[in-house]
Structures are given as C-alpha cells and as structure tokens.
C-alpha cells in the first residue's frame, strides 16, 4: 500500500510540473486560430463557435484552459473576454509576429523534436530540419534578437570609415535596415541560402539603394573586387558542423579587410546562464541530421585562435536564452607575396594550412 501511495504522488508531482507547458500552447493555438481577437469583446463560447465554425466542444475546452492561465476572463451571462494585460500582443494590428512566430517555432518545431527522441535514439535516426518549411518562421524568431544587439553594432562601428558590410544568414536583413538608416553611403549586402527568404528582405528593403541580397551559401560566396569591411554572423554556427566551423572562419579571413571586424550573434552552450534553455536548444538541434551542436566558449576561443581573430567583447544579451555576442578581428593579415606582418614588425612565412613558422 505505501508503495503505492508513494507511486501516486510521485506522479502527481511530474503531473504539477507538467503545468507550465498549458500557457504556451494556450498562446500558440490562440495565435494561430486568432481566438485572442475573437474573444476581443466578451462572447460566449456558442457565439465564437457560430462565427468561426470551430467546433464548441474544442472551443470550449480551450476556453477553459485560457481562464485557467489567465488569458481569458470570465464574464456574466457565460461570456468571456481576452485579457489585453497579457495577451496584448497577440491581438489586432498591433500584434507582435515575432511572439507569434516564438509560439510557432517552439511548438511546430522543437516540442516535436524533443518528443521524438526514443524514437530517434532507439533506431539511431535523426530529423531533417526542411529550410524551405521553416526558413521563414526562424528568420522571424532571429529577428528578436536585433532589438538587443543592434545597438552595440552601431556603437561599435561609430567611428570607423566603412565601405561595405555583409550579413552571413541575413534572414529577413533586418540588421541591414537598421544600419542602413544610420550608413546610407555604405554597401550593405545580404546572404541567404532561401530563396524565399531573400525574396522577403528584398521586398522589405524596397527604399534602401544601398542594401542588396543574394541566394548564395556562406562557406563558397566571396566578395566582388576588394573586401569586407564588416561581416555579421548572427545565429550561423549551428547550421555548420563544427568539424567545418574552421573552414568557414578561414575563408571569412580570406575577405575580411585587415582591420575589419566580424559580429557574432549566437546561443552558447554549457554558460553560467541559461543552461536550461541552451541545453533544450541544443538538443533539439542534435537531433537533426542537418543541424549540430551549439558551439561552447572552449570551442569559440580555440576558433579564434587557430583561425587568427582576436576575440573580444564577449557578453549575455539574453542570459535567459544564453545568447551571445561578440567580436573578432585579423590578428594577422596576410599580404600579397604570401607573408604577413606581426605587431612588433617580425614577418613570417603564411602556410596553406595557417601553421606559421619564422621565415628563413
């Protein structure tokens, strides 16, 4: 008996847990179906069911649930009405696309994922994340990210005499646009590898003489004529296996003016911040055949290192989701008869594969 007791309220305490997912969903089908709006004024169930077509015992349930987590209130006469105080921004014209697409990413993406895991390990699968499905849904979500980073990059590149800056993974270029509006006279050019992706920044960018975007994929794509003076790397890393991360950082150096720089946006694993979201985050992208694992600071330093960039600036910008940013820069610059120039004036023999050694 007592074993039993203590089966049941082991079970109950995961049941307790369990809790915390019901706002989510509630937000994700409520943004989906626009029930937030329908229930803009106070309505019954009956009412909402008769204007969408929804059937009344799903609507219903819902309902429910959204009086339960507070997204809904209950009004006299069986009526309920959406609470504005939390659920503000997923109503009207005023609605946020990005919390929408947040909801959509989460649940179309990595809650399946996530549950798919025995089956993944037991046969030894993995997922196939399809860019052309999802592109547009996680070029919305990496928009979030601007807000908190966008700042930074124009402190960081106040002062400095810029020709060009590329976005590696532009998404929708919203980085381009808020730079362009503070840089009309620089070239501005966005890489992404879907195309309907790049349609949207185009489209987006219409007014913007000086921001143009190209389908390309960033380990082949090079500049026409001379380098780069800025490169932005935002949320890129973990679409590259990290037995190739080098090889990109290489050919970013093949580019990169001397003193260029080079801004990384990106979530990082095993930090003092966000571990449970990192880890969620990065085990969703293990799962796949096509995604890998997110990069750690061990990693990113031995990066740097081997591939000659100066790291700094490294900082939380969400430490809830343990997203980064920081910057590299040429530590050593190879010249055009195959040497390069050290600080304190020693040149040095450049090999193919960046192993230097003095020269005779």
Known sequence: MMNEWVTAMQARKWMKKNESFLPGWHAYVGAELGLFDDFAK????????????YPYDLLSSWVRVGVAVKHLKKRPNHRYR????RCASLMGDNASTGVKALLKEVMELHMPTLLGYPEYMRNNQ???FDHERHGEVVAETSALLEHFSIKKIKKMIHDRELDTIVDLGCGHG?????????????QMIGIDLNQDVVDRASELAE????????????????????GVDVILLHNVFHYIQPDVREQLMNHLYSYLNKD???????PVNETEHGEEFSSAFNSFFVAHSNL?????????????????????DFDPIIKEGS????????????????????????????????QLTKSS
């Open 42 to 53: 106070a309505k019954t169930v009956a009412d909402v069911s008769d204007e969408t077509g």
């Open 82 to 85: 959406t609470s504005k105080k």
């Open 126 to 128: 993995r997922a196939y």
């Open 174 to 186: 919203g980085y381009l646009r808020k730079l362009a509006e503070s840089y009309p006279n620089v």
């Open 207 to 226: 007014g913007y003489p000086n921001l143009s975007f190209e389908v390309a994929d960033v380990m082949d794509w090079t500049p026409e004529g001379s």
């Open 260 to 266: 260029g720089l080079i801004s990384v946006v990106t």
């Open 292 to 312: 890998f694992a997110l990069p750690n600071t061990d990693e990113l330093n031995d990066l740097a290192e081997s591939c000659h960039f100066d790291l700094f």
């Open 323 to 354: 997203w980064y940013t920081f910057w590299l820069t040429p530590s050593i610059r190879v010249n055009e008869i195959g040497r390069y120039q050290q600080d304190e004036g020693t040149e040095q023999t450049y090999t193919s594969n960046r």
